[in-house]
């Protein structure tokens, strides 16, 4: 008997005292596994949710913020079994390709997505670095009067609720437009859901024209000075040449004072204006 391993064959030589001999030959043949599927796949060392190594298409969301994959590991279905995985990243499909011994080949695929962001809603609004009065996230219009001297509209800023949104805001630069006016905020989610917000800038005006107070330098007006009385007498010290200093506070900010003097026997004539020109 001679054998030449399991990838040959055994010979067996049968030799009577007399007569002819006879050989026997045994060839072998060495089934190899057809099997190609996995026992299981698993993602972050956690198992695919209803795996079923027959099923090929699986697809797992992973949690928001999520930015390199998990490893991606498997329990082979035989020992004989080679497998190797491409990856396509976080918003993309990892192919799993399991071979069988005998060339047999099946291929999982896993299509990955991050979530996204559905938020839509701001934290704040500010109007010139302040918090917009009565902001909530939940309303969307508002009103704000701009009051003094002011000629330009309100630089409008904002605080973001996360990372993920984007704001466009428009105008996008308030020095381009006029002070009365919207300006809106289009708040985009990373999921594409967006909101907008409307900020409508209106001015009224002052017609104040009274002043706070009204002073001659070193003299009495008579009468005491009064915002609601326009008329005053001011007696001068004999031989006075020239008007004493006349000052005045305005009653607000956006009035234009013109003093128009006229001697020192004549009427010297306070002229207040108003911000809407009376």
Do not use: H
């Amino acid at each position: 008997i001679t054998n030449a391993g399991l990838n040959g064959r055994s010979t067996i030589v049968v030799t009577p005292p007399v007569g002819t001999s006879r050989t026997y030959r045994i060839s072998y043949v060495i089934t190899e596994s057809s099997y190609s599927y996995l026992k299981d796949i698993q993602v972050g060392g956690v198992s695919l949710a209803d795996f079923n190594p027959e099923t090929t298409q699986y697809e797992m969301q992973l949690p928001l913020g999520t930015t390199k994959l998990p490893a991606i590991t498997w329990t082979l279905g035989d020992p004989y079994q080679t497998v190797s995985v491409s990856e396509e990243g976080v918003d993309g499909t990892a192919r799993i390709t399991v071979k069988a011994q005998n060339g047999n080949i099946t291929i999982y695929r896993i299509a990955f997505s991050v979530e996204k962001s559905t938020v839509t809603k701001l934290n704040n609004i500010f109007i010139n670095g302040k918090p917009l009065d009565g902001f909530a996230s939940d309303i969307y219009e508002y009103t704000y009067n701009v009051t003094g001297a002011v000629s330009t509209r309100p630089v409008v800023t904002w605080e973001t609720a996360d990372s993920y949104q984007v704001v466009t805001k428009n105008p996008a630069s308030e020095s381009t437009v006029s002070l009365e006016g919207v300006t809106k905020l289009t708040v985009r989610a990373q999921n594409g859901n967006s909101s907008v917000y409307s900020i409508t800038f209106t001015q009224k005006l002052s017609d104040n024209v009274n002043l706070a107070d009204l002073q001659v330098a070193g003299y009495n007006l008579t009468p005491a000075f009064n915002s609601e009385i326009t008329e005053y007498t001011c007696k001068l010290n004999r031989g006075t040449s020239t008007v004493p200093a006349i000052t005045f506070t305005k009653g607000d900010e956006t009035q234009v004072v013109r003093v128009d003097e006229n001697g020192v026997n004549g009427v010297t004539k306070i002229t207040v204006k108003a911000q809407t020109g009376a």
